[in-house]
């Protein structure tokens, strides 16, 4: 039977960091246990970094808040083992369906072809989102998560940052390398170092009802335009685990918050969409206010921001939970190299540029999202109407239809990381972006591309008769050799037979579905990130080419 994670409360450990009499540095703290906070904990200390979580808390979250978790978040989480949990846990789902009024608009498939190993999104309540990753961090020898440990003050030196910590014991100092802070859409560090974020609020009210109910509508997201159940607003369902279902109505700016939280208001609305005879419980109810926003800067000194503390957006479209799991995994490798002296501080540099560019196309998408979803004129509502009516019979329109674009992962276009191609590739799989899965076999076992790679550089050989050249094949050793290492995958078709090199993995392309998204030729060769982002490709592999692309990913060129 499943934990119920929104009632375990944790007990306060005095840590004995508390009795020094001096204060104590650690390498990295993290300040926030939520699941972008604990995410970058769990990476850091599986990559040998000890790690120290601080929350002003003793509890996970109540109610299910952040539900829809996307398809890279749970590759992510695959890495650092929490990830089959989840989709065991989560529904999964792909398929979409949009209506106007009274009618079925068109529906829309997120992951339409196959050979991926998770599912477009699951949705999954947020408690056991963290109920998941707390358990993974409290496996690690190396991660001490401390509850009922607030940050009150902080002090930026020139070699760390020194937390003043309030707890049930009394406050006690504590100084770190570098600090992250997971902290929240109201972080207090954010405000501490006189920090904003800035944006757009819009004139617009949600009401979320999180109802336990049994009933056989499938896996898929729903959202109305102007139904006749709730006219002239919209509304979202999703299915959740354990019978929950999360239903979204628009209240519009003027509805009383608190008013409209009450069962007796929230009910008729329920009633209205599900029929007078439903019969459910109320699991949460809430509402909220859309807003976009950001810090204008991710990066202050020895203290970065990662997750809502950085960046918010609207609900609709999965942006922000999903955002900031990939804020995690892009800090993480680099905190690594920097800490162990392999990279200069100024890689931390490009976490804040890569990921400020993610927060703005995650802005960009949400508030167009917004706009169409809460037309503020009426030739903005006509138009709406209007694209929705075409949307039926033309595809041309269904694509200016606006229901959320759903959260995909970043690609870094122009990153300072990335190597230029100097090569022709065709495909999505150019420098800056986010590694695509596909199936493998590796002997007589089934497996997935991405579980053989992430966590450090990893080159990737692809070779038609699995016979490499001696200098091709002494290449490949010596880059595992390097201050940096780079691990080799040699890729060769099904059934192949292929040399047995030390120090070299090869694996078959099951179905020659990785060869295809890789535009992946006989002698190319892809480098990727710790992050399974593209860092460079050739269509030859050169040794020199590849050093000096790690050395361009880590800034060290």
């Not at 080159?459 to 094949?473: H, I, R």
Request: one cysteine or more; charged letters at 25%; hydrophobic letters at 40%.
């Amino acid at each position: 039977m499943d934990k119920d994670y929104q009632k375990i409360e944790f007990a306060f450990g005095k840590s004995s960091d508390q009795s020094a009499s001096v204060p104590v540095r650690h390498p990295v703290i993290v300040v926030g246990a939520g699941p972008v906070g604990l995410t970058v904990a769990i990476d850091l200390a599986q990559q040998g970094v000890p790690v120290v979580v601080l929350d002003d808390d003793n509890k996970l979250s109540v109610g299910s808040r952040a539900i829809c978790f996307a398809k890279r978040s749970l590759e992510i989480w695959d890495r650092l083992g929490a990830g089959q949990r989840m989709v065991d846990k989560g529904v999964s789902w792909n398929v979409g369906k949009v209506y106007f009024q009274d009618e079925l608009v068109y529906t829309f498939n997120l992951l339409p072809d196959s050979g991926h190993r998770r599912p477009a999104f699951i949705n999954l309540q947020q408690y056991y989102c963290e109920g998941f990753l707390y358990e993974a961090a409290a496996a690690l020898p190396n991660l001490d998560l401390r509850w009922k440990n607030k940050v009150a003050a902080v002090e930026q030196h020139a070699d760390h940052v020194q937390l003043t910590v309030e707890t049930p014991d009394g406050p006690y100092r504590l100084q770190a390398q570098y600090i992250v802070a997971c902290d929240g859409a109201r972080s207090p560090l954010r405000t501490m170092l006189g920090q904003e974020s800035k944006g757009r609020v819009f004139r617009d009210r949600f009401l979320i009802a999180d109802v336990k109910m049994k009933a056989d509508f499938p896996a898929e997201r729903w959202f109305w335009f102007d139904p006749p159940f709730h006219r002239n607003q919209s509304v979202l369902l999703h299915m959740q685990p354990d019978n929950v279902w999360r239903i979204d109505f628009q209240l519009g700016w003027d509805a009383d918050p608190e008013e409209e939280k009450k069962p007796e208001k929230v009910i008729p609305r329920i009633r209205a969409l599900l029929g007078e005879n439903a019969e459910f419980d109320f699991e949460w109810i809430s509402v909220y206010t859309f807003a976009c926003l950001r810090m204008d800067e991710f990066r202050h000194g020895r203290v970065i921001f990662a997750g809502d503390s950085a960046h918010g957006v609207s609900p609709f479209g999965a942006r922000g939970a999903n955002s900031g799991v990939q804020d995690a995994d892009n800090l993480a490798w680099k905190l690594k190299l920097v800490l162990a002296g392999k990279a200069p501080d100024a890689l931390l540099d490009t976490y804040a540029t890569e990921r400020e560019y993610a927060a703005d196309e995650n802005l960009l998408n949400s508030t167009r999202a917004t706009d169409f979803i809460t037309p503020k004129s009426e030739v903005s509502r006509t138009f709406r109407d209007a694209t929705l009516k075409l949307a039926k019979d033309h595809p041309f329109a269904r694509r200016l239809v606006n229901s959320g674009r759903l959260s995909v992962p970043a690609t870094l276009v122009g990153s300072a990381l990335s190597t230029p191609d100097r090569d022709a590739f065709s495909g999505l799989m150019i420098p800056g972006a986010p590694a695509a899965d596909a199936p493998l076999r590796v002997g007589s076992d089934d497996d997935w591309f991405l579980s053989r790679i992430g966590g450090e550089f990893d080159g990737v050989y692809f070779s038609d008769n699995g016979s490499l050249p001696a200098a091709t094949a002494s290449g490949l050793q010596s880059l595992a050799q390097g201050a940096i290492p780079v691990r080799t995958l040699v890729v060769v078709p099904s059934g192949a037979k292929a040399d047995k090199l030390p120090g070299i993995a090869v694996v078959e392309d099951a179905q020659g579905m990785l060869a295809q998204r890789f535009d992946g030729r006989d002698g190319t060769y892809y480098l990727l990130r710790p992050d399974q982002h593209v860092s460079a490709r050739w269509r030859e592999f050169n040794p020199d080419w590849a050093r000096a692309a790690v050395a361009r990913a880590t800034c060290n060129a």
